[in-house]
């Protein structure tokens, strides 16, 4: 597609219940981001991909949460028993360099149109 | 951990005038990047900086990296009802093995009035 494509656009579950939310990179981009946005803020970084590679998942709140790109392409972010306070816009970003060049070159990300994520 | 803070946090500006939103890293960056969200959308990349005391300049857009690598700027020249938006600055630790994680400020929220 021409762009980042994410799905759902938007889910609506119950505490406790599991979510998996889809990123769809634009084709032949090596990175991959993902972010939460709350209302009113900056992108959080939660974690990232080069290739299927999984770089940092520093940003990850806690175990409930989890990423995968197994085929460097797609990938999901799915978030366990889900509690209220992660109710936010969760966003997936790609580019089509290697975030590993120590700044050098340009390493512009591209963003999707989000998930909004409401947990009740 | 590596924290980057942008003021103001708000700006309301009389079509014509000039805004400018500051950014400041508690940490030496690698390079910054600058990002424009309008309202219901999603941030959209505008520019990167990877020199120190770097200036870039983009029609009525003036980006600075300062000196030391921990500060930046955008100003915006005689804006127009279209610069609405929200501007957020995001920087790349310049110590480290993660050079991947971008650390995204909280935002400078610009309305502009005709």
């Known amino acids: 597609g021409a762009g980042v494509s994410q799905s759902p656009r938007y889910k609506v579950t119950k505490r406790g219940q599991d979510v998996a939310l889809r990123c769809d990179p634009i084709?032949?981009?090596?990175?991959l981001y993902w972010y939460r946005q709350a209302l009113g803020q900056g992108p959080e970084f939660l974690t990232y991909?080069?290739?299927?590679?999984?770089?940092?998942k520093s940003g990850l709140p806690n175990d409930r949460f989890s990423a995968e790109r197994p085929e460097g392409s797609i990938s999901t972010l799915t978030i366990q028993r889900t509690e209220q306070r992660d109710s936010a816009m969760y966003r997936c970003?790609?580019?089509?360099?290697?975030?590993?060049?120590?700044?050098?070159?340009?390493?512009?990300?591209?963003f999707g149109p989000g998930t909004r994520l409401l947990v009740l | 951990g590596q924290q980057v803070m942008q003021i103001p946090q708000y700006q309301h500006v009389q079509e014509g005038e000039d805004f400018t939103t500051y950014c400041n890293s508690s940490?030496?960056?690698?390079?910054i990047q600058w990002y424009k969200q309008r309202p219901g959308g999603h941030p959209v990349f505008l520019i990167q900086?990877?020199?120190?005391?770097e200036v870039k300049k983009q029609k009525r857009l003036t980006f600075q990296f300062g000196e030391a690598k921990k500060n930046s700027s955008l100003h915006i020249t005689a804006t127009q009802t279209t610069d609405v938006g929200t501007y957020f600055c995001?920087?790349?630790?310049?110590?480290?093995?993660?050079?991947?994680?971008?650390?995204f400020g909280q935002g400078t929220i610009l309305t502009v009035h005709p």
């Open positions: 084709s032949g981009h090596v990175s």
């Open positions: 970003a790609s580019s089509p360099l290697p975030q590993a060049s120590g700044g050098r070159g340009q390493e512009t990300q591209y």
């Open positions: 995001a920087g790349r630790n310049a110590g480290g093995t993660s050079y991947g994680k971008l650390t």
């Open positions: 991909f080069n290739y299927e590679a999984q770089q940092d």
């Open positions: 900086l990877v020199k120190s005391g």
């Open positions: 940490t030496t960056l690698s390079n």
